[in-house]
């Protein structure tokens, strides 16, 4: 399995491979506008495991695959469960050995890396209860086609210590930004992804001084799938952590806000800021179609000839 290459956390490439990685997701992504049919994964199958439910993951995927010629088979719950009876191996073993690229949506990163070990082809990291790098490749895209390169820039991370902004933090390391986090006490990041972006990360419990004269404000639902016993606890801590248009203009004046969706209005941001002029969460949203077709193209068949350079 030495030459099959994984999309597991955003270090499984490099800078330039990101760069390279987005530019052909916006190439994709004109060509798409333009009505062109372009189909480098015919009779190709993605096999999509989901043991978390999801909207724009699903969609995303198999439109994706659809768009590139392909094939998307979904796998639900009840369909097959990891680890649980058959061994997260064996199932990687045998399905591996039927279709071209397998996309996981799971809790542990733990059953993502062991499916990753034993497949015989690309697997990709759709989320886990750890990191969210499908959705700091569409983050990354809309960023960059509404403000310009990222390196040297300041965005503000309000909100929960979560998978999300794991992904930014590697995020900042990778792209050459630096990443202001806002967590309340007890919902900060894991110390292991601290300990890895050193230096590209800073530290507030007091969202307003993080979010003074950045170029890009993000926030997340402040429980995530799964802490739903936790509602009530994380709506206490977070209060003074929600977007409003009071906490943007404290940020730069052209300033952008993104938010992975989906949102609960009136909990984590303002119906106002989603609304807003500075919301970039429409594109956001629909990048992930396009950064996913290029993530797909490449794990599959390779960077396109001359990139990255």
């Not at 004109?30 to 699903?58: C, D, H, Q």
């Amino acid at each position: 399995m030495q030459n099959v290459r994984h999309f597991l956390t955003l270090t499984d490439f490099s800078p330039v491979e990101l760069h390279a990685l987005i530019g052909r997701a916006m190439q994709l992504k004109a060509a798409w506008k333009r009505g062109e049919v372009y189909e480098p994964l015919k009779n190709r199958t993605l096999a999509m495991i989901f043991e978390k439910s999801s909207t724009r993951t699903r969609v995303s995927f198999e439109a994706g695959m659809a768009q590139l010629g392909g094939h998307a088979l979904f796998l639900s719950p009840n369909d097959t469960q990891l680890g649980r009876g058959e061994p997260i191996e064996d199932s990687a073993r045998v399905i591996s050995r039927m279709v071209d690229v397998v996309m996981i949506r799971t809790f542990e990163q733990a059953k993502v890396q062991r499916f990753a070990e034993f497949s015989r082809v690309p697997v990709i990291n759709a989320l886990t209860d750890e990191y969210h790098p499908c959705q700091l490749l569409a983050d990354m895209m809309t960023w960059m086609e509404h403000r310009g390169l990222p390196n040297g820039k300041t965005v503000a991370w309000v909100g929960d210590g979560n998978n999300m902004c794991h992904s930014w933090m590697d995020a900042a390391k990778l792209f050459g930004f630096h990443l202001n986090v806002a967590c309340p006490e007890g919902y900060d990041p894991a110390d292991d992804v601290k300990a890895m972006n050193a230096g590209f990360v800073s530290y507030f419990r007091d969202p307003k001084e993080a979010v003074k004269g950045v170029e890009v404000v993000v926030t997340d639902t402040w429980a995530s799938m799964g802490q739903e016993a936790e509602k009530k606890a994380r709506e206490q801590a977070f209060q003074g952590y929600q977007v409003d248009d009071a906490m943007m203009q404290l940020a730069a004046p052209d300033a952008i806000f993104m938010h992975c969706l989906p949102a609960y209005r009136g909990m984590e941001v303002t119906n106002e800021v989603m609304e807003g002029a500075q919301s970039v969460i429409w594109d956001e949203a629909e990048n992930r179609l396009h950064a996913q077709k290029a993530l797909l193209e490449i794990l599959v068949r390779g960077f396109p000839e001359g990139m990255p350079e």
